[in-house]
T-cell receptor, first 114, second 116 residues
Framework: DAKTTQPNSMESNEEEPVHLPCNHSTISGTDYIHWYRQLPSQGPEYVIHGLTSNVNNRMASLAIAEDRKSSTLILHRATLRDAAVYYCILRDFNSGGSNYKLTFGKGTLLTVNP | DAGVIQSPRHEVTEMGQEVTLRCKPISGHNSLFWYRQTMMRGLELLIYFNNNVPIDDSGMPEDRFSAKMPNASFSTLKIQPSEPRDSAVYFC??????????????FGSGTRLTVV
């Protein structure tokens, strides 16, 4: 699997935007970029995914660099409930049944200050 | 939809005992994944099933671990005999997967296992 690099931790203030970066310089043309987050004492939850174009949903936005070697998860107004570990994961959509798995790295621990 | 249901939520057992963790995936999802999370090693994929068939069990630590999926609505992860180093949170996740299809995983709330 292509590797991603994320900062170990970031801090933000409540109601301010947060930009969580992810580097994936070895991304292949068939890799989707997935983001998951894990709130304290809970299982991970899906946030968003994208391939080439920027994506928006009710939780966040995903900005993908033109060369796809990096991406940024954007939380438009952080709340205390957004404090979590955020994981950036690549998964090849073209690999068929042998590779439906997601491999989690260490992620970024986001702290939100009131 | 009740989501992915895991039981028990907490399990404390003595070393050497058999432990069985249970998972009910979301109806209609055809893939099921077992993960283990510890502070030292983070989230590790143990095994996953597609259409009830084990596809990749390379993450299963050793022969003491086994997993089954007898039907589309139930899976078990068994540890026999259990050891203190098996203490961790075990997560089950399910997803709808298709070739060239991308769908998110839904995780359960996990089972916190403590082996003393």
């Amino acid at each position: 699997d292509a590797k991603t690099t994320q900062p170990n931790s970031m801090e933000s203030n409540e109601e301010e935007p947060v930009h969580l970066p992810c580097n994936h310089s070895t991304i292949s043309g068939t890799d989707y970029i997935h983001w998951y987050r894990q709130l304290p004492s809970q299982g991970p939850e899906y946030v968003i995914h994208g391939l080439t174009s920027n994506v928006n949903n009710r939780m966040a936005s995903l900005a993908i660099a033109e060369d796809r070697k990096s991406s940024t998860l954007i939380l438009h107004r952080a709340t205390l409930r957004d404090a979590a570990v955020y994981y950036c994961i690549l998964r090849d959509f073209n690999s068929g049944g042998s590779n439906y798995k997601l491999t989690f790295g260490k992620g970024t621990l986001l702290t939100v200050n009131p | 939809d009740a989501g992915v249901i895991q039981s028990p939520r907490h399990e404390v057992t003595e070393m050497g005992q058999e432990v069985t963790l249970r998972c009910k995936p979301i109806s209609g999802h055809n893939s099921l994944f077992w993960y283990r999370q510890t502070m030292m090693r983070g989230l590790e994929l143990l095994i996953y099933f597609n259409n009830n068939v084990p596809i990749d069990d390379s993450g299963m630590p050793e022969d003491r671990f086994s997993a089954k999926m007898p039907n589309a609505s139930f899976s078990t992860l068994k540890i026999q005999p259990s050891e203190p180093r098996d203490s961790a949170v075990y997560f089950c996740a399910s997803s709808q997967t298709r070739d060239r299809g991308i769908y998110g995983y839904t995780f359960g709330s996990g089972t916190r296992l403590t082996v003393v």
